[in-house]
């Protein structure tokens, strides 16, 4: 492996500073947007570097490394496992949890909305075609409602986050299948007969 502080051009007992400064010119000299291959590794190495040499814990165990010749346990246990965050850092921590906290319910809230109106629409189309052709209102509003739930369940839900299990997503996934298969066959069938 090459030594991190000559791949981005500094000294071993450069100021974080300076590393950022060398790292953002090499990184727009060598930027992937070229499209030549070997430029975009050489991108890919000097992020890698900076990466390491721009955070205080990865640096002082990658020093110790390098000036040593062995490896610290301990020092890099600190780093691939830290301790618990205290002062300004917590709360940092603890902001930056509270932030996405608040996107995953606004998304979630968001695809939920989306999947009660696709199948609050679908429930009304089944109400009304089923009064339009002649069949039982309650049955295409049922019908309905079951096809919207499936189809928008399917297109707004990552399922797999809500049921890790293999089988229970086999399970889910037949059931929408059938309430799906149900409810188009209601409306075929509803078409034919009258």
Not at 16 to 23: N, T
Not at 60 to 81: C, P, Q, R, S
Not at 184 to 192: K, S
């Amino acid at each position: 492996m090459s030594n991190l502080y000559d791949i981005l051009g500094v000294d071993p007992k450069a100021s974080a500073a300076e590393i950022k400064k060398a790292y953002f010119a090499m990184a727009k000299k060598y930027h992937p947007d070229s499209g030549n291959e070997e430029e975009v590794k050489k991108f890919y190495e000097i992020t890698e570097a900076y990466n390491v040499l721009s955070d205080k814990e990865e640096r002082k165990a990658y020093d110790f490394t390098v000036m040593t010749g062995k490896l610290n346990e301990e020092l890099v246990d600190d780093v691939i496992h830290p301790k618990k965050s205290t002062g300004k850092d917590a709360e940092k921590d603890e902001f930056r949890e509270k932030q996405v906290h608040q996107f995953r319910k606004h998304m979630l809230m968001k695809a939920f909305f989306r999947m009660i109106t696709a199948t609050f629409i679908f429930a009304m189309i089944g109400l009304f075609y089923s009064g339009f052709v002649g069949g039982s209102t309650l049955l295409g509003f049922l019908f309905g409602l079951g096809l919207g739930l499936a189809w928008s369940s399917y297109r707004h839900f990552d399922m797999n986050s809500f049921f890790p299990d293999a089988a229970q997503q086999k399970k889910l996934l037949l059931a929408k299948k059938v309430i799906m298969a149900t409810s188009i066959l209601y409306f075929v069938a509803v078409t034919v007969l009258n």
